[in-house]
């Protein structure tokens, strides 16, 4: 898996890497739905298209991040399937998924700390702090 949890004093952390942006925001979504122990429903399958603007990709990562993290709290719906496009300060992300069928713990919020997208030896990384 291209994500391991990290230890963290309050909140969730983990620690996401990928060959390139778009699929760095994929596998960061599926460690946060790792994270929380989310289990998808096989149907009703749903598609949703999520598209935001903000200056940098780290303010993109969290709008992203924020919109699931919205749409399980108020909808009930998870994501298995992204297709993610990244144009300058615009992100457009094509999603497929189903009802939560359980999930062990919500997280509320994708933040800020410490979080910087930069490029290593395993390509595209960054680290994410989840508020539980």
């Not at 992204?82 to 992300?93: A, E, K, N, P």
């Not at 290593?120 to 680290?127: A, I, M, P």
């Amino acid at each position: 898996m291209p994500f391991e949890e990290m230890r963290h004093t309050a909140d969730w952390s983990i620690r996401v890497w990928a060959a390139d942006l778009p699929t760095l925001f994929s596998e960061a979504a599926f460690g946060m739905y790792a994270l929380s122990g989310v289990v998808l429903a096989d149907f009703p399958r749903t598609q949703k298209e999520f598209i935001t603007h903000s200056p940098d990709p780290e303010n993109l990562l969290v709008a992203f991040l924020s919109e699931l993290i919205f749409l399980a709290e108020q909808e009930h719906i998870a994501f298995d399937h992204f297709s993610i496009h990244i144009d300058g300060d615009q992100l457009r992300t094509d999603m497929t998924g189903a009802p939560i069928k359980s999930i062990k713990k919500s997280i509320k919020a994708a933040t800020f700390h410490n979080l910087q997208i930069h490029r290593t030896d395993r390509g595209t990384e960054t680290e994410i702090v989840f508020d539980v």
